[in-house]
């Protein structure tokens, strides 16, 4: 139940409405206030809370796992690369959790009770695996924060330059917090939530994209005194177009944090301009951020730019480009299990293949606005993974971690996107997660492919069963060594209808034999005649390793083309002088059905199809995959 109290300060009411809640600030004179049962003391004023980009506020409300919350308090801390706010929430079932927001990313999280030791802050490092609570980790991000102002109601005393040493960790779909500004340390336990699906209301207004309002910061370079500005107070770094210096809109003073390009550094143009606005994957973005980082690998330099996008509720978005390939980046709240650099990733049922890891990547110019202190100079380690037309890739330092997916767009798609004048750089070679042209290709010859097959099949098929072999003829003959010299012919036969294939079959008793008949199929009406010459032979016995035998006593021979008409055989034999005995024929003259050398040939010709498109896709992996840590031997660029 609500309790309210007056402001020792100003007389106005004060409402704790979480029993938890022993701290508040006046909303009305910004008293610092301590709840004593049912006395408030006042201990001095808060300090005033940062301008930043947050579409929350005192007051919203919103849903999480069909639970109603309202947002009654909020922590404004600070880090060395910028600000994050920690939002306090009461929950209709009166349960109490937080709500983290930071670069756009939001993570719901509630205190965790945990009965072992756990480990000192200063023993951690980021990639570090911990067992905590019964569940595995991975340390993301160590920061040595501190608050810079509160406002609400909150379960503990804050003020400015209260000590937060945090650390953050991630286990699957799982989100964790050590807090260690007590003692024991805290653990919270929680999960990231997309913004859509808190269903929030009663937000601020105007906060997708805000434009450059009178908390801009509008000052002059240190370095080249160019004019500068900040649109809002959680831009932390600007980086000046003109000389390439770095400023860090965070001191009073605007000092740099890193100094102007040299004479010798080369100054690469944004291919997008910064202000750039457009609407990417349906949503609306400006250009605020553009930096170029680049690495060393085997003494060969390679560079590539990305862009800081403003997304819609206070998000950001990246663009990146390299040779001409682009990709629009989103930073991920749930991360992928690792376990190393070269082991195939799963996320999202999708499995990505390990490209490349890059020991250090350096920024190596800065223009526009950040929410970190980025400097010329800093490094990465960045580890890439495949599954096209997606990418995973995973960024760290000595004491951060974080997981990004891009997704391949063609720079048509870019320039459409911001409404370029001109046409982008066309790509060059093949990229890491570049959609594969011939994939779909590929798959439609191969289905196109199946179904001509089978349709040939059926076709011959149909008419191996419409012109199936029939018997014209079937004589006994006999050869002895006493008429060897004989011709025999035997009784006529009829072929009918169209030109057909005639085989003549033949099977002789042979028995450790052969016999040679030379035959001649005759028209008897035109006297046309087709000769062929057969030898058969028969051969067995048994020897110490058992039964053998060779040749065989069948034989046939076709005859293709014949016209109709009636036709007759000659067949005048040979028979073997070694072994002078009588040699029983059984021939037979068949119709041929349909032959199949047309469907093999159909076949060749059409699986030839296929096989270019496998091919070419085959030489297209092969590209993409030269250009990683997994390139075949010899695959590399040549010295020449």
Same mark, same amino acid.
């Given at each position: 139940?609500?309790?309210?109290?007056?402001?020792?300060?100003?007389?106005?009411?004060?409402?704790?409405?979480?029993?938890?809640?022993?701290?508040?600030?006046?909303?009305?004179?910004?008293?610092?206030?301590?709840?004593?049962?049912?006395?408030?003391?006042?201990?001095?004023?808060?300090?005033?809370?940062?301008?930043?980009?947050?579409?929350?506020?005192?007051?919203?409300?919103?849903?999480?796992?069909?639970?109603?919350?309202?947002?009654?308090?909020?922590?404004?801390?600070?880090?060395?690369?910028?600000?994050?706010?920690?939002?306090?929430?009461?929950?209709?079932?009166?349960?109490?959790?937080?709500?983290?927001?930071?670069?756009?990313?939001?993570?719901?999280?509630?205190?965790?009770?945990?009965?072992?030791?756990?480990?000192?802050?200063?023993?951690?490092?980021?990639?570090?695996?911990?067992?905590?609570?019964?569940?595995?980790?991975?340390?993301?991000?160590?920061?040595?924060?501190?608050?810079?102002?509160?406002?609400?109601?909150?379960?503990?005393?804050?003020?400015?330059?209260?000590?937060?040493?945090?650390?953050?960790?991630?286990?699957?779909?799982?989100?964790?917090?050590?807090?260690?500004?007590?003692?024991?340390?805290?653990?919270?336990?929680?999960?990231?939530?997309?913004?859509?699906?808190?269903?929030?209301?009663?937000?601020?207004?105007?906060?997708?994209?805000?434009?450059?309002?009178?908390?801009?910061?509008?000052?002059?370079?240190?370095?080249?005194?160019?004019?500068?500005?900040?649109?809002?107070?959680?831009?932390?770094?600007?980086?000046?177009?003109?000389?390439?210096?770095?400023?860090?809109?965070?001191?009073?003073?605007?000092?740099?944090?890193?100094?102007?390009?040299?004479?010798?550094?080369?100054?690469?143009?944004?291919?997008?301009?910064?202000?750039?606005?457009?609407?990417?994957?349906?949503?609306?973005?400006?250009?605020?951020?553009?930096?170029?980082?680049?690495?060393?690998?085997?003494?060969?330099?390679?560079?590539?730019?990305?862009?800081?996008?403003?997304?819609?509720?206070?998000?950001?978005?990246?663009?990146?480009?390299?040779?001409?390939?682009?990709?629009?980046?989103?930073?991920?709240?749930?991360?992928?299990?690792?376990?190393?650099?070269?082991?195939?990733?799963?996320?999202?049922?999708?499995?990505?293949?390990?490209?490349?890891?890059?020991?250090?990547?350096?920024?190596?110019?800065?223009?526009?606005?950040?929410?970190?202190?980025?400097?010329?100079?800093?490094?990465?380690?960045?580890?890439?993974?495949?599954?096209?037309?997606?990418?995973?890739?995973?960024?760290?330092?000595?004491?951060?971690?974080?997981?990004?997916?891009?997704?391949?767009?063609?720079?048509?798609?870019?320039?459409?996107?911001?409404?370029?004048?001109?046409?982008?750089?066309?790509?060059?070679?093949?990229?890491?997660?570049?959609?594969?042209?011939?994939?779909?290709?590929?798959?439609?010859?191969?289905?196109?492919?199946?179904?001509?097959?089978?349709?040939?099949?059926?076709?011959?098929?149909?008419?191996?069963?419409?012109?199936?072999?029939?018997?014209?003829?079937?004589?006994?003959?006999?050869?002895?060594?006493?008429?060897?010299?004989?011709?025999?012919?035997?009784?006529?036969?009829?072929?009918?209808?169209?030109?057909?294939?005639?085989?003549?079959?033949?099977?002789?008793?042979?028995?450790?034999?052969?016999?040679?008949?030379?035959?001649?199929?005759?028209?008897?009406?035109?006297?046309?005649?087709?000769?062929?010459?057969? @030898?058969? !032979?028969?051969? %067995?016995?048994? &020897?110490?390793?058992?039964?053998? #035998?060779?040749? =065989?006593? +069948?034989?046939?021979?076709?005859?293709?083309?014949?016209?109709?008409?009636?036709?007759?055989?000659?067949?005048?034999?040979?028979?073997?002088?070694?072994?002078?005995?009588?040699?029983?024929?059984?021939?037979?003259?068949?119709?041929?059905?349909?032959?199949?050398?047309?469907?093999?040939?159909?076949?060749?010709?059409?699986?030839?199809?296929?096989?270019?498109?496998?091919?070419?896709?085959?030489?297209? @992996?092969? !590209?993409?995959? %030269?250009?990683? &840590?997994?390139?075949?031997?010899? #695959?590399?660029? =040549?010295? +020449?």
């Amino acid at each position: 139940m609500a309790q309210a109290a007056s402001c020792p300060s100003c007389g106005a009411a004060v409402v704790f409405k979480s029993a938890a809640s022993i701290f508040a600030v006046c909303e009305y004179c910004q008293s610092t206030l301590v709840r004593h049962d049912q006395a408030l003391e006042d201990i001095g004023k808060m300090a005033a809370l940062a301008e930043d980009r947050s579409p929350l506020q005192l007051g919203a409300e919103g849903q999480w796992e069909g639970v109603h919350f309202a947002l009654i308090g909020r922590i404004q801390l600070k880090y060395s690369q910028g600000l994050w706010n920690e939002w306090h929430l009461l929950f209709d079932d009166m349960r109490t959790g937080w709500l983290s927001e930071a670069g756009g990313e939001y993570v719901v999280s509630f205190l965790h009770p945990v009965q072992e030791p756990l480990p000192a802050f200063a023993g951690l490092e980021a990639g570090q695996r911990l067992t905590i609570a019964g569940r595995p980790w991975t340390v993301t991000d160590i920061e040595d924060a501190e608050c810079v102002a509160g406002q609400g109601e909150l379960p503990f005393k804050v003020g400015p330059g209260y000590k937060a040493p945090v650390v953050d960790l991630r286990g699957g779909e799982h989100f964790a917090t050590l807090d260690y500004s007590e003692e024991p340390p805290l653990l919270f336990v929680g999960a990231p939530v997309d913004f859509k699906s808190l269903k929030m209301t009663g937000l601020r207004e105007g906060m997708p994209i805000p434009e450059v309002t009178i908390e801009a910061q509008a000052f002059r370079c240190p370095s080249c005194g160019s004019p500068l500005s900040a649109r809002s107070k959680d831009i932390l770094a600007v980086g000046c177009a003109a000389c390439g210096a770095v400023v860090d809109t965070g001191d009073r003073n605007y000092q740099l944090l890193s100094k102007a390009l040299g004479p010798k550094d080369e100054k690469y143009i944004p291919h997008l301009p910064l202000g750039s606005q457009g609407v990417l994957d349906g949503k609306p973005a400006e250009v605020i951020g553009f930096l170029v980082k680049q690495t060393k690998i085997d003494g060969i330099e390679y560079d590539w730019r990305e862009y800081l996008l403003a997304a819609e509720n206070g998000t950001y978005r990246w663009l990146t480009e390299y040779n001409g390939h682009w990709n629009v980046v989103d930073v991920l709240s749930r991360h992928p299990s690792h376990r190393g650099d070269a082991t195939p990733v799963t996320y999202e049922r999708q499995t990505y293949l390990h490209f490349s890891t890059t020991p250090s990547a350096e920024v190596i110019q800065v223009a526009g606005e950040f929410t970190w202190r980025v400097k010329r100079g800093e490094t990465t380690r960045g580890v890439d993974y495949v599954a096209p037309p997606l990418m995973l890739s995973l960024e760290s330092t000595s004491n951060e971690l974080s997981w990004s997916r891009g997704t391949y767009v063609e720079p048509e798609v870019v320039r459409s996107a911001f409404k370029l004048p001109a046409p982008l750089p066309d790509p060059v070679g093949v990229y890491a997660n570049q959609p594969n042209p011939w994939e779909a290709t590929h798959r439609k010859t191969c289905r196109t492919f199946w179904g001509l097959a089978v349709a040939a099949l059926l076709a011959q098929l149909w008419f191996a069963s419409a012109a199936g072999e029939q018997q014209l003829l079937r004589q006994e003959l006999d050869f002895s060594p006493q008429n060897a010299e004989q011709t025999q012919t035997t009784a006529p036969f009829e072929i009918k209808g169209k030109p057909r294939k005639i085989v003549v079959k033949n099977h002789a008793n042979l028995d450790n034999n052969w016999v040679g008949l030379n035959l001649t199929l005759v028209d008897k009406n035109t006297g046309a005649a087709w000769p062929a010459v057969r @030898e058969l !032979s028969y051969y %067995a016995g048994r &020897d110490e390793d058992g039964s053998w #035998s060779e040749g =065989s006593q +069948d034989d046939e021979v076709v005859f293709a083309g014949i016209p109709p008409g009636t036709y007759y055989l000659a067949v005048d034999p040979d028979l073997a002088p070694e072994k002078p005995v009588p040699v029983h024929d059984t021939l037979a003259v068949e119709t041929g059905g349909p032959g199949w050398s047309n469907f093999v040939l159909v076949l060749i010709f059409l699986v030839l199809f296929p096989l270019f498109s496998r091919l070419r896709r085959g030489a297209f @992996e092969a !590209s993409r995959w %030269a250009e990683s &840590d997994h390139a075949p031997a010899g #695959s590399g660029d =040549s010295d +020449d």
